[in-house]
Antibody, heavy 120, light 108 residues
Framework: QVQLLESGGGIVQPGQSLTVSCAAS????????IHWVRQAPGKGLEWVAG????????YSVDFAKGRFSIARDNSENTVHLQMNSLRVEDTAIYFC?????????????WGQGTLVTVSS | SLVLTQPSTVSVAPGKKATITCGGD??????VQWYQHKPGQAPILLIY???DRPSGIPQRFSGSNSGSAATLTIWEVEAGDEADYYC???????????FGGGTKLAVL
């Protein structure tokens, strides 16, 4: 069955960098777009970034532009979210989610998330 | 950008019907998804394209969308339905999805 497993979360200081990863299995990875969605403590879901099936199109929310970058390795069935210049307000659980399509539709499978804590 | 408005909490007795709304400017002109999220778990897709259910989702969950509001209806609510529910759309003319603020369903 479809599985998405996030990793790489941890505790970092403001201004530092961290990369979280999403390992996929159970489906033909290079046919689907993958997204990152986060949930800050006590808050709702917030889309962060997405990447098309072939890696040629990447999108991100305004607060992530210039700080976060998304990339995928279709040979390893993984997607990475590199986060630079982290802020306290980036503290959240980061979920990866499979798009139903190759680019932008809806999220039909999700991982359980990895916790990123930004604190001094 | 498009803002989706959901009630913060909906309370319902077991066996009754729960209705969760998602309001947005002309939301009826786009398609809406609904997700269920329980703490510590992966979110689950409940409804896509306004009213379609993925395999494995009970018929008790139904969706509709028209005008300025989409609706998720949960029939014969069970204790296990207690969770947060989110609506989501891809805003017209935008390259990114938008989530509603979420609704906590409390089963009395």
């Amino acid at each position: 069955q479809v599985q998405l497993l996030e990793s790489g979360g941890g505790i970092v200081q403001p201004g530092q960098s961290l990369t979280v990863s999403c390992a996929a299995s159970g489906f033909t990875f290079n046919r689907y777009a993958i997204h990152w969605v986060r949930q800050a403590p006590g808050k709702g879901l917030e889309w962060v970034a997405g990447i098309s099936f072939d890696g040629n199109k990447m999108y991100s929310v305004d607060f992530a532009k210039g700080r976060f970058s998304i990339a995928r390795d279709n040979s390893e069935n993984t997607v990475h979210l590199q986060m630079n210049s982290l802020r306290v307000e980036d503290t959240a659980i980061y979920f990866c989610a499979r798009d139903r399509s190759g680019s932008a539709d809806y999220f039909d499978n999700w991982g359980q998330g990895t916790l990123v804590t930004v604190s001094s | 950008s498009l803002v989706l408005t959901q009630p913060s909490t909906v309370s319902v007795a077991p066996g009754k019907k729960a209705t969760i709304t998602c309001g947005g400017d002309n939301i009826g002109s786009t398609t809406v998804q609904w997700y269920q999220h329980k703490p510590g778990q992966a979110p689950i897709l409940l409804i896509y394209w306004d009213k379609d259910r993925p395999s494995g989702i009970p018929q008790r969950f139904s969706g509709s969308n028209s005008g300025s509001a989409a609706t998720l209806t949960i029939w014969e609510v069970e204790a296990g339905d207690e969770a947060d529910y989110y609506c989501q759309v891809w805003a017209r003319g935008s390259d990114h999805p938008v989530f509603g603020g979420g609704t906590k369903l409390a089963v009395l």
